[in-house]
């Protein structure tokens, strides 16, 4: 029985973690049509989204841009927040 619990943990655990991905992609994506004038933020939809994704994924890229220094306009900081979460899909949480 424990270990039906401690699956189920490990299960949600790591679907978190790959939303996360999905959302730091999402972000990623969305904050280039901002920039591109592509996706116009006075829209109350396009707000709307791009700030529930930036409400997701500022806790983890926040810290890593402390970090990591800028590189003349370009924020590598998903990128590594990616590598980091694969990582620790790959080798520290085990596959069930």
Do not use: C
């Not at 991905?21 to 116009?40: G, H, P, Q, Y």
């Not at 709307?48 to 990591?68: G, M, Q, Y």
């Amino acid at each position: 029985m424990d270990m039906d619990i401690l699956g189920f943990i490990i299960f949600i655990v790591r679907k978190i973690l790959e939303f996360l991905i999905w959302a730091i992609i999402i972000n990623a994506i969305m904050s280039w049509l901002v920039a591109f004038d592509v996706i116009n933020l006075r829209n109350r939809l396009a707000h709307n989204v791009a700030r529930f994704f930036e409400a997701i994924t500022d806790p983890v890229l926040r810290p890593l841009r402390r970090i990591i220094p800028n590189l003349g306009g370009v924020d590598i900081t998903p990128l590594i927040a990616i590598l980091i979460i694969q990582g620790l899909l790959i080798y520290i949480i085990p596959q069930r």
